[in-house]
């Protein structure tokens, strides 16, 4: 019973990765938001969990998520004349997080990484390149399909439609998106200890997707993964080859995308120009509202963002501006509280990798909105199942 129990975890686990990275969004009504296949797979996964909930680690960071689940469920109600049916589906995302968390807290990541991890990786690259080159016209199959968009639009143009930057999109539809989705691989694939060296091609090949999203603040995260694997001496390469291996990726890398959008983050008016301008406007203008409504916020209300065709461009305003400053400190409960066990389980296999992982969102957060995202999120989802322990492993 327990082999089988351990091969529908890992059926289910395999269904859910793969289908986040690879499958489309669709919808069953206008007026609900769009639905991944994996939403067609959480009562099973509901189900699947209850079923072997003895086997489950209690850990107090599923009472963070509750309390991040009922600040979002109180400022809604309290906001109710401004937030929509759609606006409660954010609850929905907290439960559905939680269950992939469990569920992967099941899954032998041994196992994971041999049966799915690779597969699925090498037909993301192969597909992501089919977009990057165009053939067989695949980016009008992105746009109708996949969130796509005005970025399929301006795929490889600048803002005055005239030849420009090609920032490699993918099935996420957003060149930011797309670098954390290899930012995930970067990390299962990183050469740290523990792991065998034949891993370093996957890890250099990842690393090349993720410079022809051509995202700065990925790249940011990047460097600082990389800083914080050398000074922590985890990895299986001396710091100078570790250097020198992710350089001379980034080199290739130029010769077939001249790196032109993320090398003007080394231009000295980098904080001058015209992404981080908006930016700034942006955030002045959430900031003033934030400080009308700072403790409980406006709720989700994605109708106020629709309407305006704007975004937040931070992950810790938007948390801030919906949720205020109670939902602001359970979210950062959720990042933080793993860390801080991960430090003092002495990072093991499974600890390093969250930390590796959890050092990209919270940087990309910065700028972006990597966990609002269904894909990221479920990213994260998955090395925080992996990192918690086992019923055999301690338990934090």
Known sequence: MMNKLQTLNLLLAGLVFSSIL????????????????????????GIVVFLQRKSLVFSKFYLWLIGFGMAILVSNLINYSNNGLRDYFEIYKVLKFGLVVALFSLVR?????????????????????????????????????????????????????????????????????????????????????????????????????LFLCQSRTSLVGLVVMVGYAILSKKSTLKYYSLIALTLFTFLLSFLLSQNSYINTMFDKDVLENNSMMGRYEVWKYLGKMILDKPIFGYGAYKQYFYERNMYAESQYLLIFWRYGLVGLIAFLGLIFYPIYFAFKSKLNSKSFLLVLFTISITINSLTNAPVADRSTSILYAILLGFWLCHKKEKCV
């Open 109 to 209: 990541f041994e196992s994971f990484y041999k049966s799915w991890l690779k597969p699925v990786f090498i037909t993301l690259v192969g597909v992501n390149l089919i977009h990057y080159f165009n053939l067989f016209d695949f980016n009008d199959i992105i746009k109708e399909y996949y969130n796509g968009g005005i970025h399929i639009d301006l795929f490889g143009l600048d803002s005055k439609g005239n030849v420009g930057t090609k920032r490699m999109l993918g099935l996420a539809g957003n060149p930011n998106v797309n670098a954390v989705v290899f930012l995930f691989f970067i990390t299962l694939f990183f050469p740290h200890k523990g792991q065998v060296k034949q891993a370093i091609i996957w890890f250099v090949v990842a690393l090349f997707m």
């Open 22 to 45: 690879l499958f489309p969004q669709f919808k069953i009504v206008d007026r609900l938001p769009y639905f991944q296949f994996i939403d067609l797979l959480v009562p099973v996964i």
